[in-house]
């Protein structure tokens, strides 16, 4: 029943899960646009400067995202090393996630505007409230 039912039923949610969880990564999380049918580019602003660095960072998170499927497999945990070697590849794979993660919400608070509101714009009533209350009671 396993060989036949269960096992193709893994096999094909872990290769389902590995692809969306890559997808995922590469087009929310990094807000890479490699995936665009027209004019499909990195981004316009990229920290770390060479293109091939990016392009390294999405082809080996596919292949860690699909090793980290196979240490799930059943017949695998018996052999520590292999558990060992592909729970050590998760970490890194999660490193790497990490410094594009953070990339791209630099670029997003970057390209904000100013986030301060001037002076002029608080109502004068508030104003005069924060400025002249000397009761502090707490």
């Given at each position: 029943m396993w060989t036949n039912v269960y096992r193709p039923l893994w096999l094909l949610s872990s290769v389902v899960n590995s692809c969306y969880s890559f997808y995922w990564d590469v087009t929310r999380d990094w807000d890479l646009r490699i995936f665009r049918s027209k004019n499909p580019h990195l981004r316009p602003n990229m920290l770390y400067g060479r293109r091939w660095v990016y392009y390294w960072a999405v082809g080996s998170n596919l292949v860690l995202r699909c090793s980290w499927t196979y240490k799930l497999s059943a017949h695998l945990r018996h052999n520590h090393l292999t558990v060992f070697t592909i729970t050590s590849l998760e970490m890194m794979r999660r490193f790497q996630w990490i410094f594009f993660r953070v990339e791209n919400e630099w670029n997003k608070m970057a390209l904000k505007p100013?986030?301060?509101?001037?002076?002029?714009?608080?109502?004068?009533?508030?104003?005069?409230?924060?400025?002249?209350?000397?009761?502090?009671?707490?």
């Open positions: 100013n986030l301060q509101i001037p002076i002029k714009e608080i109502p004068y009533l508030e104003n005069e409230k924060l400025l002249e209350s000397e009761q502090h009671n707490v």
